[in-house]
């Protein structure tokens, strides 16, 4: 797979935060980096996980400890990796011994939010269960404060607050969402803030990310693409990316095409008695779709 410099910097990002290069023995780790770019979210996220480290370490040795508040807020777009990060994080938590299951569960509204009074803490408690010993992904967490006053969201808020108090050192919360949606959603709720001392940015991916991410999806299939392709590939990218909408899904955009592209393929090939190990693998220049998918 073809990975610029800029890719290559990324790779070695963290060196400078770990001389004995702990944090790069973790297997989960080692996903983390690999995810391609989110330069910035990768900076955050290893001083995070450094300082749980360190703090751990530091408790061992009956030295005073700064409270390891672990709550997040993840903002961005859809597609931007914040499942992805999400899901990988839980895994380096456990692997370092802060969570005793590192799974992620991911919730909705309607996960949430029951139809009558004492329904919504009910359903909520039981998706905080599911997630003891790991992650809870609340995804679209602002349409929890989007009924008013009387609304049940308000009502999940308020148990999820509580579990995190209760069960502060073997839970996490990420709340996610648009960041324009997200700020609102701080605002409706001041004490909020405090409780997630951590928000993170995941910016839309440039048009070189979702080319290289499209590249690493064809390589992890087993699938490789001849010149013409990777031309014809770079150029639909470069125009996704100057007419898109925050809806448009980024590396799902990817994925979409990748996988299009892979179907007319099979289309193209499926009725040769015959394949070659090539003609497997190789996706041309036709396979890839005329013009932008609809999303």
């Known amino acids: 797979m073809e990975i610029s410099k800029k890719f290559a910097d990324e790779d070695s990002l963290t060196q400078t935060y770990s001389q004995s290069n702990l ?9 983390l980096e690999k995810m391609i ?3 910035e979210v990768k900076k955050n996220l290893v001083e995070i996980i450094a300082f749980a480290i360190v703090q ?24 931007t990796g ?7 994080l839980g895994k380096i938590f456990n692997e370092i011994g802060l ?16 139809e009558f009074i004492g329904h919504t803490a009910q359903k909520t408690r039981e998706m905080i269960k599911k997630s003891l010993g790991g992650i809870m992904f609340v995804d679209e967490a602002y349409s929890l404060a989007q009924g008013g006053e009387k609304d049940f969201g308000r009502e999940a808020i308020s148990t999820i607050v509580k579990a995190m108090e209760d069960n502060r050192d073997n839970f996490i919360v990420i709340l996610a969402g648009y960041s324009a949606e997200m700020e609102f959603f701080m605002r409706t709720n001041p004490g909020l803030r405090s409780r997630f001392p951590i928000q993170i940015n995941f910016p839309d991916y440039d048009s070189e990310d979702l080319f290289q991410i499209a590249l690493q999806m064809y390589n992890e299939r087993e699938y490789e693409l001849s010149s013409k392709c990777r031309w014809k590939l770079r150029n639909q990218l470069n125009e996704f990316v100057k007419v898109r909408h925050p809806h448009s899904g980024n590396a799902r955009y990817a994925r979409n095409l990748v996988e299009k592209s892979i179907r007319l393929q099979a289309l193209r090939i499926v009725e040769r008695k015959i ?4 003609e497997l693998i190789s996706i041309e220049e036709s396979d890839l ?5 609809q999303v």
């Open 23 to 31: 944090l790069h023995n973790l297997q989960s780790f080692r996903d």
């Open 37 to 39: 770019g989110l330069t």
């Open 56 to 79: 751990s370490r530091r408790n061992e040795q009956h030295l005073k400890t700064c409270p390891a508040v672990l709550h997040m807020i993840f903002k961005g777009n859809p597609g």
């Open 82 to 88: 914040k499942t992805t990060v999400a899901r990988t």
């Open 99 to 114: 969570l005793t299951k590192g799974h992620l569960v991911e919730v909705e509204r309607a996960d949430l939010v029951g």
């Open 275 to 278: 394949l070659t190990r090539r």
């Open 289 to 293: 779709p005329a013009g932008l998918l």
